[in-house]
Each structure stands twice: as structure tokens, then as C-alpha cells.
């Protein structure tokens, strides 16, 4: 079983939709969560981190659920500049562990 | 705003040919990894360093790839020789103890290699 695993997608959607991704890691000692995002040709680059209680950053929002060891991010009201690879990343230590990621494509 | 730096930023080269990708981590950083991504496998870590002493480097073919940090402002991978299937993209990042924890790793721009 992957450490960190993410439907790869392409999740494709219109302008202004709602889209969630999920994510499942397997290490329980998880301590922190971040959702990455990575632009074609570029590279990784945080998006936010996620806290137990859950968190919000404008149009994203991430929620933990430690007890399935399941992570989720949700963005509102898409925009084209939300196209990217969206990379779930775990830390059971200082090492991150990152997921293939899921492809996003925000169409007009 | 705080960079990793890496170059080169693309690099071709022949079968057979050393190629040195150099890494500047974010200063006060500790940790410094090196990651390769290619389209089919997404990203693999090659190697790990903390306070320059290497800690992980199973994810690196050790026959022809190295890494090391002769200091703390460098970080270097090495490739003797070089392979086409070597040609992907190769990233550099730095992070620090609890500010990984709280913010992750920041990574450099990438050296992109194609091995011909």
C-alpha cells in the first residue's frame, strides 16, 4: 500500500464549479498535512497546511480526519488559474511524504 | 522572499556524459532534499540530508548517482555516467526542523536534464 494515496484524476470541471479531492495516508504517527500545488513545468509549492480542526483560505478548504487518516481539500467557485497538479503531502517526521497528485482542469 | 536555488536550469547532455546539479538551500535551513520527477512516476525522493550528514539515500541507483553537501550553503547530485533514462526533472528543497512541520519544504526552480 503507497504511504500517500490520491485519485490522479483528471478531475475536469467548469468555471465556477466546486471540486474536492481526497487523500488516504497509511503512517498513523502522521504530525503534519499540506496540500501542495504544482503548475506545469514548475515546480511544487505550498497551498496551505491542515489543521485538525480543519482550516480556510479563501475559495480552498482542508479538513483532517485523523481516525481514517484521510485528508481533503474543496475549492469553491473555480477559476481557470486553478489548473495544476493539487500533491496531498504528509509528515510523519521532518521528511515529507508526498502523493502523485491530482490533476485539476478548470475549463471556460 | 527566501529561494532554493539550483543550476543549472537545463542541461542536455550525451549518454556516458557527467552531469553536476547544484543546490544553494535556503540559508539556516537544515534539511536538504533531492527529488526526481519524471511524468510516469511522479516524485521520487533520491536523497536526504540533515545538517549535512546524509540520512537517506535509498531512493538513488548508487552506482551512478552521488550526493553530497560540502557545505552548508551547497548541495550537490552527481550523475557518472549518465543514462537516458536518467532525463527527467530534478528538484532540490530545503526545510528546517519545526518550520517543516508548520510550512513544509520550499523547493528550487528544478534542473531540467535530457541525457541523449
Known amino acids: 500500500r503507497k504511504e500517500v494515496e490520491q485519485d490522479p484524476g483528471p478531475f475536469n470541471v467548469p468555471e465556477g464549479a466546486t471540486v474536492a479531492f481526497n487523500c488516504t495516508y497509511s503512517n498513523s504517527a502522521s504530525q503534519s498535512f499540506f496540500w501542495y500545488r504544482q503548475d506545469c513545468r514548475k515546480e511544487p509549492k505550498l497551498l496551505m497546511s491542515v489543521y485538525s480542526s480543519g482550516n480556510e483560505d479563501g475559495r480552498f478548504t482542508a479538513q483532517l480526519n485523523r481516525a481514517s487518516q484521510y485528508i481533503s481539500l474543496l475549492i469553491r467557485d473555480s477559476k481557470l488559474s486553478d489548473s495544476a497538479t493539487y500533491l496531498c503531502v504528509v509528515a510523519p517526521t521532518d521528511k515529507l511524504t508526498f502523493g502523485t497528485g491530482t490533476r485539476l482542469a478548470v475549463r471556460p | 522572499d527566501a529561494r532554493v536555488t539550483q543550476t543549472p536550469r537545463h542541461k542536455v547532455t550525451e549518454m556516458g556524459q557527467e552531469v553536476t546539479m547544484r543546490c544553494q538551500p535556503i540559508l539556516g535551513h537544515n534539511t536538504v532534499f533531492w527529488y526526481r520527477q519524471t511524468m510516469m512516476q511522479g516524485l521520487e525522493l533520491l536523497a536526504y540530508f540533515r545538517n549535512r550528514a546524509p540520512l537517506d539515500d535509498s531512493g538513488m541507483p548508487k552506482d551512478r548517482f552521488s550526493a553530497e553537501m560540502p557545505d552548508a550553503t551547497l548541495a550537490t547530485l552527481k550523475i557518472q555516467p549518465s543514462e537516458p533514462r536518467d532525463s527527467a526533472v530534478y528538484f532540490c528543497?530545503?526545510?528546517?526542523?519545526?518550520?517543516?512541520?508548520?510550512?513544509?519544504?520550499?523547493f528550487g526552480s528544478g534542473t531540467r536534464l535530457t541525457v541523449v
Open positions: 528543497a530545503s526545510g528546517s526542523g519545526m518550520t517543516t512541520f508548520n510550512y513544509g519544504y520550499t
